[in-house]
């Protein structure tokens, strides 16, 4: 009996030493953040505003949260990262507000990086440095086009960040972040990157670092470093339904900031390159309906009148599959390629046009100001025509067409109800410019081709509404 039970013993003591030496190797394979936290702590700054803004009013929107009840700051915030259609109205009233956020030093003589949506509007901004000493900030120049902006306060031998390279990031690498969440000065949070080149709405030329990292209230324009201890992005926007951290945080790649930073020290403000173009995503159906393998590039739906798309032979059902060589995969990379360019250079577009491919080359201009990119756009009327899709259509009149531009198209005059028009969303107004890959130039010319659509096939239709043009698919089931 004594045997057995002594194996048994020896049996226990061996799993728990396994055990015991696989928690440290566990342990000792965590990294130690704190060498990291000591180097670049000091560079890190609190940034706080004060800015007179229009009280807020009454409203009946339902789906509209209550933020009254918040501090300013975390008002201020959570209104930035919400949609603009929740956003409360404004009225004429005024009320002193105060915001907080975070930012770094990049150089000894005092330019401090930070988020434009942390100082957008301020009347006033104070830079508190880690000895808890106080500075005015003045405003070198902002870009709200990645809400990047640079400051600068008066001093010599400021401590600074090392500057990393945000291309070198891998997926999967840990990642630290050091900011002023809820006013707490030099808070510590650690993720891992989640994801490279992320797409948001409404920032177009960011393609955004994605990680887990916990970012919250005054966490923006705050530094995230890598293992090494090197800036790699700026803290900038949370996805969240509850106005909290809910694990998904995105920082603008430090090579981008830093590229919009010099260019405000130097010039003031921000050059990008430009092609003219309106482009969309190419879903499953519209890769089908184009003849491509598989969804990948950017459509072209729309080119704008004298661009440089235009002048280069870029055409209106193009897929764009490449600039320079490097992959479009998702729309969203062509601006980001575009918009590193400079004025006057060379782009080489390889594009499927027609089910075959071919390359122009495109000389990209500069990037007009907000709101200057489209034209403008009014109604129309002629003869009507009818066809299986179920819609009345008429023709585009010389105005209609000089002022949008185009050489042929027909505008909806009525949807039929239970139509395959109003099931795919066509609206009365819009106008249809190309059906199943052909440009339409008259009411007769779009019944004959509505008449020949395949069944059960994805079939592609380019629709203009509100200044906008768009590719949208349907299939016919007879």
Known sequence: MLIPRLKSYLSLV?????????????????????????????????????????????????????????????????????????????????????????????????????????????????????????????LVGTDPRTDVAVLKIEGKDLPTVKIGNSDKLKVGEWVLAIGSPFGFDHSVTKGIVSAKGRSLPNDTYVPFIQTDVAINPGNSGGPLFNMAGEVVGINSQIFTRS?????????????????????LKTGGKVSRGWLGV???????????????????????????????AAKGGVQVGDVILSANGQPIVMSADLPHLVGNMKDGSKADLEVIRDGKRQTLTVTVGALPEEGQEMGASDGGSAARSSNRLGVSVVELTDEQKKTWDLKGGVVIKDVEDDSPAARIGLQ?????????????????????????????????????????????????SE
């Open 14 to 138: 061996a799993a728990v030493l396994m055990l015991s030496q696989m928690a440290v190797a566990q342990a000792e394979a965590l990294p130690d953040f704190t060498g990291l936290v000591e180097q670049a702590s000091p560079a890190v700054v609190n940034i706080s505003t004060h800015q007179k803004m229009p009280d807020r009013v009454a409203s009946n929107n339902s789906q509209m949260p209550d933020l009254d009840g918040l501090p300013p700051q975390l008002r201020e915030f959570f209104e930035h990262n919400m949609p603009k259609n929740q956003r409360p109205p404004k009225s004429d009233r005024q009320r002193e507000v105060q915001s907080l956020g975070s930012g770094f030093i990049i150089s000894a003589d005092g330019y401090v990086l930070t988020n434009n949506h942390v100082i957008d509007g301020a009347d006033e901004i104070i830079v508190r440095l880690s000895d808890r000493s106080e500075l005015k900030a003045k």
């Open 278 to 308: 309106v482009i969309q995503e190419v879903n499953k159906d519209l890769a089908e309906s184009f003849g491509l393998d598989k969804p990948a590039g950017a459509l072209v739906a729309q080119v704008l009148e004298n661009g440089p």
């Open 243 to 263: 106005g909290g951290f809910m694990g998904l945080s995105f920082a603008i790649p430090i090579d981008v900031a830093m590229d919009v930073a010099n260019q």
């Open 428 to 476: 009365s107004g819009d106008v249809i410019t190309h059906l199943d890959n052909q440009a339409i130039t008259s009411t007769k010319n779009f019944t004959e081709i509505a008449k020949g659509l395949p069944k059960n096939r994805s079939v592609s239709m380019r629709v203009l509404r509100d200044k906008r043009a768009s590719f949208i698919t349907f299939k016919l």
